[in-house]
């Protein structure tokens, strides 16, 4: 063709511009190797380097459950014993009863009281001396027949026992009227022996109520 020549010229021309507007020919950068060997992985650790996270979360859960411990049971706590409360006294509480003390009758011996009354004791004359044991039968004192009835009777508000004990040791504390025919008393003071405290003990005197409380 016969512009083949001019279009080859053409081309070295536009080529020559473009080398004189930037300067000189760049230098072509020589392509880098690397000095390196590359290195070659194991089949397992490609394999976990490209499973999915999911998996691998998947993987990574243990195979074997936790075995479950029971719960330790704490022993019971003791039941705090009740203390009853203590019982407080009271004004109103009722005081225990005192037993009686045993009566002259009940501790005396009448069979020796028996024998002091007709024999009397030392200086201490007999009661029968003055006093009979037959009905309406008076020598100087009143008759004891009938006398355990009539000591109960004799001063309000003493026992048979406390007015015989007290007619003994203190004749004159209380004196047995007169009657129309007998005399018992003179100027305040019994006709009876005033000394038997002065020779007769306790238990005779115990022994000689009851006696005489014998005589119904």
Known sequence: MPFQP???????????????????????????QPTREPVTLAPAVLQRMTQPAESAAISQQPTTAPTELPPTELPPTATPTAVPPTATATATSTPTPIPPTATPASIGDPVNGEALFRNGKAAAPACVTCHMIEQDTILIGPSMVGIAARAATRVEGESAEEYLRQSILEPNAYLVPDTPTNIFAAGGNSLMFQQYADYLTEQDVNDLIAYMLSLK
């Open 6 to 32: 001019f279009s080859r010229v053409l081309i070295l021309v536009m080529i020559a511009l473009a080398l004189t507007g930037c300067g000189t020919f760049a230098t072509p950068v020589s392509e880098v």
